[in-house]
T-cell receptor, first 114, second 114 residues
């Protein structure tokens, strides 16, 4: 069965520090990959997506992610975290060429210390 | 605002009552999805419409749940005889039918069953 694993439930970083959030997927076919961010009580905002091509993708708010097929990973990175980045981050996959039935990970909650 | 709109944002109901939520997708989007998110978890897929046709339903969608999209525009999700386990955030998303497009999420309806 398809699944998405986000190994880190909580991460705390200092403002200005770099960030990497991990995501591993189990999917038989070529997946489409997404990172969404959710602020408390809010819906999901798309940070970035990977469909094909360059495996390093740039997103909004200074985030980037790298698709590594050999490791079944799609880790999210940011070189310098801002206090406003504190939120919950979800990795998601869907079948390429299909509709957007997204399979989400359990999320990583990011706290930012001043 | 041309994003996905969900109403109400919050709903408190007594166990056993029926509730109905509404989702207005982005106007040109012909695909519409419902997800459920419980505390500390990622969203889980409930159902998917292409225009007015409901093309997939998750096993999570018990007989007490029904969703409609009568004219291929807005959608409603009804829960009959609510149970405390139905307490969750219900998220709606929409997308275009074309390949390589992402889903856009509404802000969700938070249901509390007391």
């Amino acid at each position: 069965a398809q699944s998405v694993t986000q190994p880190d439930i909580h991460i705390t970083v200092s403002e200005g520090a770099s960030l990497e959030l991990r995501c591993n997927y189990s999917y038989g076919a070529t997946p489409y990959l997404f990172w969404y961010v959710q602020s408390p009580g809010q819906g999901l905002q798309l940070l970035l997506k990977y469909f094909s091509g360059d495996t390093l993708v740039q997103g909004i708010k200074g985030f980037e992610a790298e698709f590594k097929r050999s490791q079944s990973s799609f880790n999210l990175r940011k070189p310098s975290v801002h206090w406003s980045d504190a939120a919950e981050y979800f990795c998601a996959v869907t079948l390429s060429g299909g509709y957007n039935k997204l399979i989400f990970g359990a999320g990583t909650r990011l706290a930012v210390h001043p | 605002d041309t994003g996905v709109s969900q109403n109400p944002r919050h709903k408190i109901t007594k166990r056993g009552q029926n509730v109905t939520f509404r989702c207005d997708p982005i106007s040109e989007h012909n695909r519409l999805y419902w997800y459920r998110q419980t505390l500390g978890q990622g969203p889980e897929f409930l159902t998917y419409f292409q225009n007015e046709a409901q093309l997939e339903k998750s096993r999570l969608l018990s007989d007490r749940f029904s969703a409609e999209r009568p004219k291929g525009s807005f959608s409603t999700l009804e829960i009959q005889r609510t149970e405390q386990g139905d307490s969750a955030m219900y998220l709606c998303a929409s997308s275009l039918r074309e390949r390589n497009t992402e889903a856009f999420f509404g802000q969700g309806t938070r249901l509390t069953v007391v």
